[in-house]
């Protein structure tokens, strides 16, 4: 099955700097890679996402790039603020237009501190 | 706005009980998926569905058995609760191709 690593595990960074977090798959037949962010005590919601048809997607100070020859994608947040403070998880699935699903297999995570 | 709830925040169970630990979503989605989560382990699959009465194995599903009786309803069991059981467990529902959206969790603790 799929296999996703996630680095750093906890990355800290001054406020208004950048962060970025890296994730590696092992399945080429991925397809559809997710981001999540988990603040403490709440539920995973996703921040961005990217399919791999598409080798950059950006949303405000949020962006993913995708390189799957490397089979690599990273998370990019510019000028970092205190409400960026959360776990961020990446995750991979094969999605199958015939219908049908997969679950998500997920890297296990970055603590991403921003001190001020 | 969707919504994906859970049965309840915090359980604690001993070592051989069975638990039922439910899930219901409002929008209406085809799939429904269970995690559990552990420190420094991230997220991982159990079981996941895709219909009513169907269900897949996920990366994880020793131990747990599944039911989806109705399409909103997902429930997980634990027929013989364990100690290497407690964990975060995490309830999901999506339909392709939105992503999943995740309940609150429930804390469950086997003593």
């Known amino acids: 099955g799929e296999n996703v690593e996630q680095h750093p595990s906890t990355l800290s960074v001054q406020e208004g700097d950048s962060a970025v977090i890296k994730c590696t798959y092992s399945?080429?037949?991925?397809?559809?890679f997710p981001w999540y962010k988990q603040e403490l005590g709440k539920r995973p919601q996703l921040i961005i996402d990217?399919?791999?048809?598409?080798g950059e997607k950006k949303d405000q100070r949020i962006a993913v790039t995708l390189n799957k020859t490397a089979k690599h994608f990273s998370l990019h947040i510019t000028e970092t603020q205190p409400e960026d403070s959360a776990v961020y998880f990446c995750?991979?699935?094969?999605?199958?237009?015939?219908?049908?699903?997969?679950?998500?297999?997920f890297g296990k995570g970055t603590h991403l501190i921003i001190q001020p | 706005d969707v919504k994906v709830t859970q049965s309840s925040r915090y359980l604690v169970k001993r070592t051989g009980e069975k638990v039922f630990l439910e899930c219901v979503q409002d929008?209406?989605?085809?799939?429904m998926f269970w995690y559990r989560q552990d420190p420094g382990l991230g997220l991982r699959l159990i079981y996941f569905?895709?219909?009513?009465?169907?269900?897949e194995k996920g990366d994880i599903p020793e131990g747990y058995s599944v039911s989806r009786e109705k399409k909103e309803r997902f429930s997980l069991i634990l027929e013989s609760a364990s100690t290497n059981q407690t964990s975060m467990y995490l309830c999901?529902?999506?339909?392709?191709?939105?992503?999943?959206?995740f309940g609150p969790g429930t804390r469950l603790t086997v003593l």
């Open positions: 569905s895709y219909d009513v009465k169907m269900k």
């Open positions: 999901a529902s999506s339909s392709p191709p939105r992503e999943q959206f």
């Open positions: 929008m209406d989605h085809e799939n």
């Open positions: 990217i399919r791999s048809n598409v």
């Open positions: 995750a991979a699935r094969i999605h199958s237009s015939g219908g049908g699903a997969d679950g998500l297999t």
């Open positions: 399945d080429s037949a991925s397809n559809y």
